[in-house]
């Protein structure tokens, strides 16, 4: 795999975990569930967003 190819499939990988924790997170009836996921979802996007510039400066080298 290139780089690119590794970037598209690991965005797609924290796109499924995403996925995964908003449909917990609408499933829950809790509210200390639902901050609790919704802590983690805000953790997980500013990890994907991490990542993709991480991913662009490889690209720029």
Known sequence: ???DE???ATL???KNIVG???YLQNCSSAPSVTEFLSNILSLEEAEKR???RNMKQIDDL
Do not use: K, R
Request: hydrophobic residues 60%; aromatic residues 14%; negative net charge.
């Open 1 to 3: 795999m290139d780089t």
């Open 6 to 8: 590794i970037a598209i």
């Open 12 to 14: 797609e990988y924290h």
């Open 20 to 22: 995964l924790f908003e």
């Open 50 to 52: 991490l990542l993709a």
